[in-house]
């Protein structure tokens, strides 16, 4: 089975840090994407990666950056975070598309004080 | 732009009976692929079905079917004999055949509750 792992369920952050949030994948996808959920929603992409150092920006980018040195770890960042950064966080990998189905990671609940 | 759009935003439904969960999509592309994911409580998103746009045919995994009806841009989930452990938020999702990337576009999910 497809494992993505998230480094931290639950994670509690000042307003102005910045906030690194890992996610690893251990079937050498070449695709890998970071969401943020809010309640009525639903799951908005803020980046994605197709290969290793390559990355786009998704629907919400702004506030937020990525890095992917490695195949199977990308990294979203909040350069300087804020209280409306306060969201759940999902991260997920997939192999080539078509109707292949993209995996999840648990989540980061993410609180910026 | 695709859309994807859930109208539903909490559903109910009793223990062993059967309920739908609509989805309806906006698209200008003739080929896409839809995915039905559910979230239960513990957060993880599964998969729960896939339909490819150019399948006529309606997908069916075991208790889970969808009703694809293309021309509406309809694509409803049914949850027959439904079980407890069905409760969960479902999203509908969307993506384009020419996305190589597998980017996809979610609607914004349907809390569904089973009574027993």
């Known amino acids: 089975d497809v494992k993505v792992t998230q480094s931290s369920r639950y994670l509690v952050k000042r307003t102005g840090e910045k906030v690194f949030l890992e996610c690893v994948q251990d079937?050498?996808?070449?695709?890998m994407f970071w969401y943020r959920q809010d309640p009525g929603l639903g799951l908005r992409l803020i980046y994605f990666?197709?290969?290793?150092?390559?990355?786009e920006k998704g629907d919400i980018p702004e506030g937020y950056s990525v890095s992917r040195e490695k195949k199977e770890r990308f990294s979203l960042i909040l350069e300087s975070a804020s209280t409306n950064q306060t969201s759940m966080y999902l991260c997920?990998?997939?192999?080539?598309?078509?109707?292949?189905?993209?995996?999840f990671g648990d989540g980061t609940r993410l609180s910026i004080l | 732009a695709q859309t994807v759009t859930q109208s539903q935003p909490e559903m109910s439904v009793q223990e062993a009976e059967t309920v739908t969960l609509s989805c309806t999509y906006d698209?200008?592309?003739?080929?896409?692929?839809l995915f039905w994911y559910k979230q239960p409580p513990s957060r993880q998103m599964i998969l729960v079905i896939r339909?490819?746009?150019?399948?006529?045919q309606n997908a069916t995994e075991n208790r889970f079917s969808v009703n694809f009806q293309k021309a509406a841009k309809s694509f409803s989930l049914k949850i027959s004999d439904s079980q407890l452990g069905d409760a969960a938020m479902y999203f509908c999702?969307?993506?384009?055949?020419?996305?190589?990337?597998?980017?996809?576009?979610f609607g914004q999910g349907t809390t569904l509750q089973v009574k027993p």
């Open positions: 079937m050498d996808h070449e695709n």
């Open positions: 698209t200008s592309e003739s080929d896409y692929y």
């Open positions: 990666s197709y290969d290793v150092k390559m990355k």
């Open positions: 999702a969307y993506r384009g055949y020419s996305s190589n990337t597998g980017k996809l576009i």
């Open positions: 997920a990998s997939m192999p080539g598309g078509g109707n292949q189905p993209q995996h």
């Open positions: 339909q490819e746009a150019y399948k006529q």
